[in-house]
């Protein structure tokens, strides 16, 4: 439990710092724990050092993770929890069910499924568009690797926003990104930063959205570079639990 408090403390300072580098306000970066493959007993650690977002890839470990500290701490503990992994159709019931916030919408099918599951639950989902801005196969989203100067991926993502800002149920909440691993910082910043010009580009160009766009950008070994260029949301995990326990 120390060495957890210790290592919350110090991604934390972290933030803190990076905040004060970018002259930006410590208190509007949201630090997503990332819990994934980890047993319940860490989550609840977690929450007793103080830790309120869980971030899960999988819907099934979302599930049964938030059914376990629920009975545990009760309906009203305050946790939120984060869906950042892409969803499959088959399993946007578990998202609609027991989601907080969805950080990686990916394809518009799966919207419109979410759409009519989380009416019939009377329930309102906060998304993230995932974009693709670097290009690389393995990474999911929609693509915007030239949306600057490419007239069909604008016209794409503008479809994607509307279509989404339309569905009952689903509100537009920012954008998510992953910049390439094992690169250069620069290529990395500008992953970011060509994010965060793609959100303000559609808040001035897309009337259907009503509030600024919040930016889910970086992990454990970017997430300074990411909230120097304006992340609003870190989705952090081994820096806080160490690597990952495989076993559970």
Known sequence: MDELAERYTAVLNRINNAAQRAGRN??????????KTWPDAVSLAAYEVGMRNFGE?????????????????????????????PVQSRKTKLVAQYADVLHALDR?????????????AGKILPVFLEV?????????????TNWEEDATQQAELRKVVDTVTNL?????????????????????????????????WLEQTMPSIQAPLHLSMGMTDDFEIAIEEGATHVRVGRA??????YSN
């Open 26 to 35: 410590p208190g509007g970066i949201t630090l997503v724990a990332v819990t």
């Open 57 to 85: 890839n999988h819907p099934e470990e979302l599930a049964r993770k938030a059914k376990a500290v629920t009975t545990e701490l009760g309906a009203d503990s305050g946790i939120i929890w984060h869906q950042i992994g």
């Open 108 to 120: 518009l099918k799966i919207a419109n499924r979410l759409s009519r599951q989380l009416a019939d």
């Open 132 to 144: 693709n801005l670097s290009g690389e196969a393995s990474k999911a989203g929609f693509l915007c």
């Open 168 to 200: 009952p149920s689903l509100s537009l909440y920012g954008l998510m990104t992953m910049a390439p691993w094992r690169v250069e910082e620069t290529i990395i910043r500008t992953i970011f930063r060509r994010t965060r010009l793609l959100a303000e």
């Open 240 to 245: 806080i639990f160490g690597e990952r326990d």
